[in-house]
């Protein structure tokens, strides 16, 4: 089972009361960081991601947890985030908490064991509402009371809006997990499409991405910025690099720096665990 931990020496568990506390769950992969609020530095990450080709169980998850000796400490303040396909933008002016489940089910299945959670997002001005297994929604409220979880989009748009501003004219992301990716593209600084597919190879989502290219009139001299499950020269990369001359990775950016020892870590894998604690 892939493990990654690193961590600063001035990492102390005698003082968590100081850190803010950031978790990534999902089938897929469990992680979490830890900011020192004090010197603004993240101090520490650790990931486990499951054998290929299997999933996380939440009882999997529960035993990480509990086994953990920094999870089960007293935190300054806890984010969540829960990476879910299954989600839809609402404008905020059109949102009522009361119809999310109706919000949801107008364009998309549910299944009887989802919870339907909702978001509020504050660029685009809409809310963000999606479908969590009950078992996984359930989680957090067991170790961290009354922590409402973050749709992974969340920390992902508030970043992107930021970015997207200093440029004039068309801003293309692609945010890849293991078994879907989402893609938006912003015009002069405002989303313009948003939009996730499944995947089972990479060609996939070159498909996609390049017939969203076509649709929308955007040239192959534009950029496209990456993050998740992708990396510099990987296959991923080599095949965009066939079609689109320049490819970047977005990295999490906020008020925090990070401590020497993610030096050689890509950020942009985990750009929705760090960038989670910029998000109000």
Known sequence: MPFLELFDETLDINSTENYELSVQLSPDGFAFSILDTIRNKYVMIRSTEPDDNKYLSADRIIELINKD???T???KKV???MPSPRFTLVPAPLFDPGKKEEYFTFNLNRDDNDVIVANKLPDPDAYVVFSVPRTLYEI??????????FHHTKPLLDLLSHCSKSINGYYVHVHIEKEFFNILVYDHGTLKFSNTFNYR???DILY???NIFKTMGISHDEPIHFSGYTGKYDDIWSTFAMYIRNLKFTEPAGNFTFSYVFNDLELHRFINLFSVTSCE
């Not at 957090?140 to 979880?149: D, L």
Request: charged share 15%.
């Open 69 to 71: 000796d920094f999870l």
């Open 73 to 75: 400490r007293k935190y």
């Open 79 to 81: 984010n969540v985030v």
């Open 140 to 149: 957090p409220g067991r170790f961290w009371p009354a922590i409402y979880p």
């Open 201 to 203: 190879n990479i060609s």
């Open 208 to 210: 996609y991405v390049l």
